[in-house]
């Protein structure tokens, strides 16, 4: 089992270009989670999917910002008309269930010009 | 509002030292407390869960729901224990994160 896998590991792009942040999660696992970590904060919670669904997006921010977790394929965070502001690590994880451990991915680190 | 507080960002001990990484957390219900570890160029990983009450790599964590406190503790640190601690909370359907503290066990 190779592990929770997130791609790129790092993203460049200019104000205004779109990111998409790639996550595989473990096999087995249908339940992902997005963080983000701003510098010098802790890991923020951003949304939690499962499979076709998206079941809290709470922590997303209302523009700009988007989630999915097709039946097939990884999960994506998607980031439009990106901002200086939106520069950050941000960490995929995922579980076999709601109330189990969750086990990270290596991190995509976002930079944008 | 739930929240997860680790006020030291940095932390040195020497070797063979005790050491204490503090967290305290504020929430409404019943919390499941975490610990995850970070270790220079490796992912963030589980060390440890309050309803487990193991110790791994010589670590324990209590739970004190009076202080709302769920301390990490190692009686004698080692070189290796060196790393980023984050304490976590899970409620309802998210995980909640400290900002971290930096542990160094200097030689």
């Known amino acids: 089992n190779a592990g929770v896998m997130q791609n790129p590991r790092h993203l460049v792009r200019r104000r205004g270009q779109e990111a998409r942040l790639r996550c595989s999660p473990m096999?087995?696992?249908?339940?992902v989670y997005w963080y983000r970590q701003l510098p010098e904060e802790g890991l923020k919670f951003m949304v939690y999917?499962?499979?076709?669904?998206?079941?809290?997006e709470s922590g997303m921010p209302k523009e700009r910002f988007s989630a999915e977790f097709p039946k097939e394929g990884p999960s994506i965070l998607r980031i439009q008309q990106v901002v200086r502001g939106d520069s950050a690590a941000y960490f995929c994880?995922?579980?076999?269930?709601?109330?189990?451990?969750?086990?990270f991915g290596p991190g995509t680190r976002l930079t944008v010009l | 509002a739930q929240r997860v507080t680790q006020p030291e960002k940095l932390l040195s001990v020497f070797k063979g030292a005790p050491v204490e990484l503090k967290c305290n957390y504020s929430?409404?219900?019943?919390?499941?407390l975490f610990w995850y570890v970070q270790y220079s160029r490796q992912r963030l990983q589980l060390l440890l869960r309050?309803?487990s009450r193991e110790s791994i790599k010589g670590f324990t964590a209590d739970l004190n729901k009076g202080e709302t406190s769920f301390h990490l503790k190692k009686p004698f640190a080692q070189e290796e224990d060196s790393a980023m601690y984050y304490c976590?909370?899970?409620?309802?359907?998210?995980?909640?994160f400290g900002t971290g503290t930096s542990l160094t066990v200097i030689p």
């Open positions: 994880a995922s579980s076999p269930g709601t109330r189990y451990e969750q086990f």
């Open positions: 096999k087995g696992h249908s339940h």
């Open positions: 999917l499962q499979k076709e669904n998206i079941i809290d």
């Open positions: 929430y409404s219900g019943s919390p499941e």
């Open positions: 309050h309803i």
């Open positions: 976590a909370l899970m409620g309802g359907n998210q995980f909640y």
